[in-house]
């Protein structure tokens, strides 16, 4: 008797098995820079957490020592301020820190500042860099699934809407915090400061 001919579920099985070890490297691949990414942001933050002090220093972390406080934050805080970033963001774990444009300093009002680290604040009172931790290493192994991207997103906005309604609580006042985002968002409009806003980097 002839041979029959092999049903299409079988013929794309076995392209199937052919391609595995080239889907493989691509998903190997593209896990591994998406990881390099993740792991070089932690160390960029572990670099800025050197960065020598001016005299403004000590004023701001005062600051922001009373906002823990507010907050009820048991764990010290460290404040850093950087020239290399263009908005407040909050990274760490074992030792959370907040990071402040000095440009920021010349260009806002104290008190729309203040709601500012507020919001990082409320992100490190949550935990949210160890979601944010998660939600990388997510990425990484599932980059090639749009839904991962679109979940991820997802997250990532109500967790600033949640960090909002804290820095609200905390401080007893919405107005400031509503027009420190909105300015924040004029300056980092400008050609120079072009960076977009994101806060709770991986743990340092």
Avoid: K
Avoid at 144 to 171: F, G, K, M
Avoid at 183 to 192: C, K, T, V, Y
């Amino acid at each position: 008797l002839a041979a029959q001919p092999a049903p299409a579920l079988d013929a794309w099985s076995i392209r199937l098995d052919a391609g595995l070890p080239l889907i493989v490297a691509l998903w190997a691949a593209g896990a591994c820079v998406l990881s390099l990414r993740m792991a070089m942001g932690v160390a960029w933050i572990g670099r800025l957490r050197t960065t020598p002090q001016g005299p403004a220093h000590a004023t701001w972390q005062a600051r922001l020592d009373n906002l823990c406080g507010l907050l009820h934050l048991q764990r010290p805080v460290a404040l850093r301020l950087v020239d290399s970033i263009d908005s407040p963001a909050s990274a760490g774990w074992w030792r959370p820190v907040v990071l402040l444009p000095t440009a920021l300093i010349a260009r806002m009002p104290c008190e729309l500042i203040e709601a500012l680290l507020a919001h990082e604040l409320a992100h490190i009172r949550r935990h949210d860099y160890l979601v944010n931790l998660m939600q990388g290493v997510v990425e990484a192994l599932l980059f090639y699934h749009p839904v991962t991207w679109w979940v991820s997103r997802q997250i990532r906005n109500e967790r600033e809407h949640i960090a909002d309604r804290l820095a609200v609580e905390a401080t007893g006042e919405p107005r400031p915090l509503a027009l420190a985002l909105s300015g924040l968002s004029g300056l980092l409009s400008q050609p120079h400061l072009s960076n977009a806003h994101h806060t709770s980097f991986p743990p340092a």
